[in-house]
């Protein structure tokens, strides 16, 4: 029933959940509507589902990026391209998101499972990057690993909103480079951030 369940995404990315009817969803995926309301509660529960299984995808490909023997930034950036690659090779499924983004933050179980795939890992990265000498210490991990999550995330969100990619591997990469410079290097120049602490100090 899983795999059939994918067929709902396109759906509910096109008409959003709330025009969408579970005959609807009953039709394009070939599962019997009592048996939607059985397993999954609804049309609630399919986008619960759909979005759980994004976020499953992501943490599966960001745990192998962070889990080599690179330094923490290599990891840290492996990680950005990992999440892009899932959002960028599911349009629909993030389309679906974009829809019906403020019904699924308020989804606890999703909350969970977002702090599992992606803010937890990237902490331990900024953590080990201090270490290891190849990230500088931040005052705030958590802030500093959702805002990671947010500029990946609208970047990815963004792409989907688009049109589905022709190549999703180089749309990915040439996102992944944009969210990592940003993030990794920032806007400043050295000057700029050097007149910037000396104001601060006087």
């Given at each position: 029933?899983?795999?059939?369940?994918?067929?709902?995404?396109?759906?509910?990315?096109?008409?959003?959940?709330?025009?969408?009817?579970?005959?609807?969803?009953?039709?394009?995926?070939?599962?019997?509507?009592?048996?939607?309301?059985?397993?999954?509660?609804?049309?609630?529960?399919?986008?619960?589902?759909?979005?759980?299984?994004?976020?499953?995808?992501?943490?599966?490909?960001?745990?192998?990026?962070?889990?080599?023997?690179?330094?923490?930034?290599?990891?840290?950036?492996?990680?950005?391209?990992?999440?892009?690659?899932?959002?960028v090779e599911?349009?629909?499924?993030?389309?679906?998101?974009?829809?019906?983004?403020?019904?699924?933050?308020r989804l606890?179980?999703?909350?969970?499972?977002?702090?599992?795939?992606?803010?937890?890992?990237?902490?331990?990265?900024?953590?080990?990057?201090?270490?290891?000498?190849?990230?500088?210490?931040?005052?705030?991990?958590?802030?500093?690993?959702?805002?990671?999550?947010?500029?990946?995330?609208?970047?990815?969100?963004?792409?989907?909103?688009?049109?589905?990619?022709?190549?999703?591997?180089?749309?990915?990469?040439?996102?992944?480079?944009?969210?990592?410079?940003?993030?990794?290097?920032?806007?400043?120049?050295?000057?700029?951030?050097?007149?910037?602490?000396?104001?601060?100090?006087?």
């Amino acid at each position: 029933m899983a795999s059939q369940l994918y067929g709902a995404a396109e759906l509910i990315a096109e008409r959003g959940l709330d025009g969408t009817k579970i005959d609807d969803i009953a039709e394009a995926t070939g599962i019997p509507k009592a048996t939607i309301y059985y397993h999954l509660d609804g049309k609630n529960g399919v986008l619960e589902f759909l979005l759980s299984d994004l976020l499953d995808l992501i943490s599966s490909e960001v745990g192998v990026a962070v889990s080599t023997a690179e330094d923490a930034r290599t990891r840290l950036e492996a990680a950005v391209a990992a999440q892009l690659g899932v959002m960028v090779e599911h349009p629909f499924l993030c389309r679906a998101l974009v829809g019906d983004l403020g019904r699924a933050t308020r989804l606890p179980e999703l909350a969970v499972a977002l702090h599992t795939a992606f803010y937890e890992p990237i902490q331990q990265l900024l953590a080990e990057g201090v270490a290891d000498g190849s990230l500088r210490q931040v005052a705030d991990p958590s802030a500093v690993a959702m805002s990671v999550f947010g500029a990946i995330t609208v970047a990815g969100l963004s792409a989907a909103v688009d049109a589905p990619s022709a190549d999703p591997a180089a749309d990915a990469a040439r996102f992944s480079a944009a969210v990592c410079e940003l993030v990794l290097d920032g806007l400043a120049t050295s000057r700029s951030r050097d007149d910037h602490e000396l104001g601060e100090r006087s």
